[in-house]
């Protein structure tokens, strides 16, 4: 069983930067992902991390979003940069087993944490 736990949303104004962080038990999994949910749109994905290190971002958040994680604080974290309004939305932490481990692919994705709100404001 994999448990989830994110933490670090919040309010800022367009152009700052938050940090996301989600702690997990176990964080050793082949694949780990932020994803995204706005009011009234669909689930996107934002970012993944293979237990490789490789990573994959959706276009609208390269450059400014990074994706890590931290073995030993068994952490995974997502630093936003250069925040715009239309990255409000809730933010999940998730986590899968299986190939492959893409933003696009999110029904591989089995455990999914609780969430973080992220709202910037112009």
């Known amino acids: 069983q994999v448990q989830l736990v994110e933490s670090g949303g919040g309010s800022v104004q367009a152009g700052g930067s938050l940090r996301l962080s989600c702690a997990a038990s176990?964080?050793?999994?082949?694949?780990m992902g932020w994803f995204r949910q706005a009011p009234g749109k669909e689930r996107e994905g934002v970012a993944t991390?293979?237990?490789?290190?490789?990573?994959t971002y959706t276009d609208s958040v390269k450059g400014r979003f990074t994706i890590s994680k931290d073995n030993a604080k068994n952490t995974l974290y997502l630093q936003m940069h250069s925040l715009k309004p239309d990255d409000t939305a809730m933010y999940y932490c998730?986590?899968?087993?299986?190939?492959?481990?893409?933003?696009?692919?999110?029904?591989?994705?089995?455990?999914w944490g609780q969430g973080t709100q992220v709202t910037v404001s112009l």
């Open positions: 998730a986590a899968a087993g299986l190939p492959p481990c893409d933003y696009a692919a999110p029904g591989v994705f089995k455990y």
């Open positions: 991390i293979r237990s490789d290190g490789s990573t």
């Open positions: 176990p964080l050793y999994i082949y694949c």
